[in-house]
């Protein structure tokens, strides 16, 4: 559990400290061009959640909702890693970073009303979502978790016995 927090807070403290850097520095919509074509810093505030949903709800409502969808989700991750990171060190980053996401933007949540977004990655027009360190540990996290539950699965396919041809 030590593993789970300390990579937690990493998270979080990370996305803290960019999402700050990001404040001081730049005005709201203020684009800097890193890699043209491709990735830009751009000062965003999302009010709904992934890709904008539900930003429509009346503030005080959506605040109760992100807020009560992040605790439970971090009892969630809590109780998972109590039982799966034991089986697997993987399984603590996989959690620790989905926790460490949640609670970043809730932070955001709480203090601005918004999350604070600004990785601007795109090719061409087409430009993915505005996100952020939070955004990416939550993903991060999961693509982790999803591998892992995929080599679980051929390996428990691999160690079931095969079944014995039928005789006709």
Same mark, same amino acid.
């Given at each position: 559990?030590?593993?789970?927090?300390?990579?937690?807070?990493?998270?979080?403290?990370?996305?803290?400290?960019?999402?700050?850097?990001?404040?001081?520095?730049?005005?709201?919509?203020?684009?800097?061009?890193?890699?043209?074509?491709?990735?830009?810093?751009?000062?965003?505030?999302?009010?709904?959640?992934?890709?904008?949903?539900?930003?429509?709800?009346?503030?005080?409502?959506?605040?109760?909702?992100?807020?009560?969808?992040?605790?439970?989700?971090?009892?969630?991750?809590?109780?998972? @890693?109590?039982?799966?990171?034991?089986?697997?060190?993987?399984?603590?980053?996989?959690?620790?970073?989905?926790?460490?996401?949640?609670?970043?933007?809730?932070?955001?949540?709480?203090?601005?009303?918004?999350?604070?977004?600004?990785?601007?990655?795109?090719?061409?027009?087409?430009?993915?979502?505005?996100?952020?360190?939070?955004?990416?540990?939550?993903?991060?996290?999961?693509?982790?978790?999803?591998?892992? @539950?995929?080599? !679980?699965? #051929?390996?428990?396919?691999?160690? !079931?016995?095969?079944?014995?041809?039928?005789? #006709?």
């Amino acid at each position: 559990m030590i593993r789970f927090f300390l990579i937690l807070v990493l998270v979080v403290v990370g996305d803290q400290l960019s999402k700050l850097w990001i404040l001081d520095n730049f005005a709201l919509y203020e684009s800097q061009v890193i890699i043209p074509g491709f990735f830009n810093l751009t000062f965003l505030r999302n009010t709904g959640a992934a890709f904008g949903m539900l930003s429509g709800m009346p503030p005080l409502w959506r605040q109760i909702f992100f807020i009560s969808i992040a605790a439970v989700a971090l009892v969630a991750l809590v109780v998972m @890693q109590r039982k799966m990171g034991k089986e697997n060190s993987w399984y603590t980053l996989s959690f620790a970073c989905i926790g460490g996401g949640a609670v970043g933007n809730v932070i955001d949540r709480v203090l601005y009303g918004s999350v604070v977004d600004f990785l601007d990655v795109y090719i061409k027009g087409y430009h993915w979502p505005a996100f952020n360190v939070a955004d990416s540990g939550i993903s991060v996290g999961v693509g982790i978790f999803l591998l892992l @539950q995929i080599f !679980e699965d #051929e390996k428990k396919a691999a160690a !079931e016995p095969s079944p014995l041809p039928s005789e #006709e």
